[in-house]
């Protein structure tokens, strides 16, 4: 690789990073339609419902915004569709925040 080229990845790199760090104090305070399903703690009140706590921020947020634009339509996606549809970016990086600061158990 150049050193171009290393320099153009380490500023993309840097840029999706800072993009999706949020605020898990915020998306605590955003989660309440998320506790629902996936437990204030994290844990999925059913075994049909995954548990959050303690997944990847990055995870989060791809899944979150997959659900979100259609590319993820299997499994719960007629449930989670609706659910994410409003949400912003920053909410998405706060909840993906939260969820991944809390402990798995």
Same mark, same amino acid.
């Given at each position: 690789?150049?050193?171009?080229?290393?320099?153009?990845? %380490?500023? @993309?790199?840097?840029?999706?990073?800072?993009?999706?760090a =949020?605020?898990?104090?915020? /998306?605590? #305070?955003?989660?309440? !339609?998320?506790?629902?399903?996936?437990?204030?703690?994290?844990?999925?009140?059913?075994?049909?419902?995954?548990?959050?706590?303690?997944q990847?921020? %990055?995870? @989060?947020?791809?899944?979150?915004?997959?659900?979100?634009? =259609?590319?993820?339509?299997? /499994?719960? #996606?007629?449930?989670? !569709?609706?659910?994410?549809?409003?949400?912003?970016?920053?909410?998405?990086?706060?909840?993906?925040?939260?969820?991944?600061?809390?402990?798995?158990?």
């Amino acid at each position: 690789m150049t050193q171009f080229g290393t320099v153009v990845a %380490a500023v @993309l790199l840097t840029l999706s990073f800072s993009a999706s760090a =949020g605020d898990p104090a915020a /998306g605590k #305070a955003k989660a309440g !339609t998320c506790f629902t399903c996936h437990g204030a703690d994290g844990i999925g009140i059913a075994d049909m419902y995954p548990n959050l706590a303690g997944q990847k921020e %990055a995870y @989060l947020v791809s899944s979150i915004k997959a659900y979100k634009d =259609g590319s993820r339509s299997g /499994g719960m #996606a007629a449930l989670m !569709t609706p659910m994410v549809s409003a949400l912003s970016d920053a909410d998405i990086a706060d909840l993906a925040a939260f969820y991944a600061s809390l402990d798995p158990k």
